[in-house]
């Protein structure tokens, strides 16, 4: 299954991409890939990455084809 992976802040500058497509096999969740793709990128922080799928933040479940998810770097209060 294809999945549209969105790159924010930092994470997109670590990345050295701000999008990629990724064929996925099907049963993926939403941890498995973030673990994947902070393995992958070596993202500082893990804990501090916030994920959407479908711009939906609290998705925790499999993703399903044509899904779009972000990775969103912390956010900062003020």
Do not use: C, W
Request: no cysteine; charged share 25%.
């Amino acid at each position: 299954m294809k999945v549209t992976i969105k790159y924010f802040g930092m994470i997109s500058e670590t990345a050295g991409k701000s999008e990629e497509i990724l064929d996925l096999e099907a049963g993926v969740s939403v941890q498995d890939l973030k673990d994947l793709q902070v393995q992958k990128y070596k993202i500082a922080d893990p804990e501090a990455v916030q994920i959407a799928v479908n711009q939906d933040l609290n998705s925790n479940s499999e993703l399903k084809e044509g899904d779009e998810v972000a990775f969103l770097p912390p956010f900062a209060g003020g």
